[in-house]
């Protein structure tokens, strides 16, 4: 059996002047346990070759142009790591991304870890720095490709379930991440966003990325092909207004009406009609505003499905819900729900402790998601203790009523008002571990 934990897998067609500058940035990494890196040389006119010497397992297997998605299917073949991450070979990894992310997945290897971007227009030479940051990853998806593929780690065996990418000609001109991801996700992978910058991702004239008209297409495509699946799994999570948006956001991509796009807005009504799914009033009301905005036939459908559902009252959301980094990335949320907090948490778990969550909401499920059936709380504290009940089968109970003697540490999951229930606790429980 392979002792290698991670392998590190590049693709390479007619880019080997960039590759030692993708090498020297994996060579830089502050990561003690053993990784490997594969290039794929996907049929280049000049085959590739590496002078340099390394400290790391380097392999190069040269092959006939197949693809983007053919070449990185070939690097998952060759690989003997747990853990996978792609390069291109035009890009770089700063020197801490492969030890944060792996201590970020805490030994979970059901867990998708994505670290934020640095992203460099090299026209320009302006630079952009994303944090990837959502509440719920289905949700999420359907509305955006989450971030670069370089940004994520992921375990070799969920990638092997789902047969890697898609070698089809759905994906020829880009998109084959997105189709890679959606995929996944609608598998209820957990995904976990690391607060740091771990990849510098450059664009330049000519790079598939900044192909607007092959990219626009793609993306459709890969959203009406993979709609299906997530109609499935609408039946178990609410997903019809993140569905809706998602498809609205795809019209306003084609100038002229999509027959694929015609046909999801379709399925989609009928989904909602035959399953008398409930959509929040307030959603609704906004839903329809933009669905009058469209120049597709089944809007009018669609309107009609979610009208009424239509209240005045206005969308209530929480910072963690939403995957506008400038909404997400506040110094509140920065500085309460960073990397250490969760490392802390993973210790808690991991030493089988007794322990409670503060707090019901979306940080307190995915939380829950990630621990799966480790070492569960004993119970979950919120204020909405008389109407929420139980989440997964956990006892909710009040701030005034939960049993303090039968825990050691409870972990804050609430964004709203962290500060104040830390003091709160530190007053009437000082025994407790706060986290």
């Known amino acids: 059996m392979s002792n290698t934990l991670l392998s590190i897998v590049i693709p390479c067609?007619?880019?080997?002047?960039?590759?030692?500058?993708?090498?020297?940035?994996?060579?830089?990494?502050?990561?003690?346990?053993?990784?490997?890196?594969?290039?794929?040389?996907?049929?280049?006119?000049?085959?590739?070759?590496?002078?340099?010497?390394?400290?790391f397992s380097l392999t190069i297997c040269r092959q006939e142009n197949?693809?983007?998605?053919?070449?990185?299917?070939?690097?998952?073949?060759?690989?003997?790591?747990?853990?996978?991450?792609?390069?291109?070979?035009?890009?770089?990894?700063?020197?801490?991304?492969?030890?944060?992310?792996?201590?970020?997945?805490?030994?979970?290897?059901?867990?998708?870890?994505?670290?934020?971007?640095?992203?460099?227009?090299?026209?320009?030479?302006t630079t952009f720095i994303n944090y990837p940051q959502f509440g719920n990853p289905q949700e999420s998806i359907l509305l955006i490709n989450i971030a670069p593929i370089h940004c994520f780690l992921y375990p070799k065996h969920v990638l092997l379930a789902i047969n890697g990418f898609d070698e089809s000609d759905l994906v020829k001109g880009g998109h084959e991440d997105y189709d890679l991801h959606l995929r996944l996700l609608v598998k209820n992978i957990d995904v976990l966003c690391v607060q740091s910058i771990g990849v510098r991702y450059r664009k330049r004239a000519g790079s598939m990325s900044m192909n607007v008209k092959a990219m626009r297409r793609t993306r459709i495509d890969v959203w009406s092909e993979r709609l299906s699946e997530y109609l499935?799994?609408?039946?178990?999570?609410?997903?019809?207004?993140?569905?809706?948006?998602?498809?609205?956001?795809?019209?306003k991509l084609s100038v002229s009406a999509n027959e694929k796009l015609e046909e999801c807005g379709k399925k989609i009504a009928t989904f909602i009609l035959v399953n008398n799914n409930h959509i929040d009033g307030a959603e609704a009301n906004a839903l329809c505003k933009q669905l009058k905005e469209t120049n597709y036939k089944v809007s009018d459908v669609l309107f009609k499905c979610i009208e009424p559902y239509i209240t005045d009252s206005s969308i209530?959301?929480?910072?963690?819900?939403?995957?506008?980094r400038r909404l997400l990335m506040s110094e509140r949320t920065k500085k309460y729900f960073d990397e250490q907090w969760l490392f802390n948490v993973f210790d808690i778990v991991s030493q089988d402790a007794d322990y409670a969550i503060y707090g019901a909401g979306t940080l307190c499920h995915q939380l829950l998601n990630i621990i799966g059936e480790?070492?569960?709380?004993?119970?979950?504290?919120?204020?909405?203790?008389?109407s929420i009940r139980f989440v997964d089968d956990i006892p909710v109970c009040s701030p005034e009523s939960f049993d303090a003697t039968s825990i050691e540490t409870i972990v804050i999951s609430a964004v709203n008002?962290?500060?104040?229930?830390?003091?709160?606790?530190?007053?009437?429980h000082p025994e407790l571990t706060v986290i």
């Open 13 to 55: 067609y007619n880019h080997g002047h960039f590759i030692q500058r993708a090498l020297d940035s994996i060579e830089s990494q502050n990561l003690q346990q053993s990784f490997e890196v594969i290039i794929i040389d996907d049929g280049s006119d000049e085959e590739l070759t590496v002078s340099k010497k390394y400290s």
């Open 417 to 428: 008002y962290k500060r104040a229930i830390e003091d709160i606790f530190a007053k009437s």
């Open 374 to 386: 480790k070492n569960k709380p004993l119970f979950i504290v919120d204020k909405n203790a008389q």
């Open 232 to 251: 499935v799994l609408a039946k178990e999570k609410d997903l019809v207004s993140a569905l809706i948006q998602g498809w609205l956001q795809l019209t």
């Open 66 to 125: 197949r693809g983007l998605s053919a070449a990185r299917n070939r690097g998952i073949e060759l690989s003997k790591g747990k853990w996978i991450k792609f390069l291109d070979a035009d890009d770089e990894l700063l020197s801490d991304c492969l030890t944060k992310q792996l201590n970020s997945v805490g030994g979970s290897d059901y867990l998708l870890s994505v670290i934020g971007y640095e992203e460099l227009d090299e026209e320009s030479g």
């Open 316 to 324: 209530s959301w929480l910072p963690q819900d939403i995957i506008d």
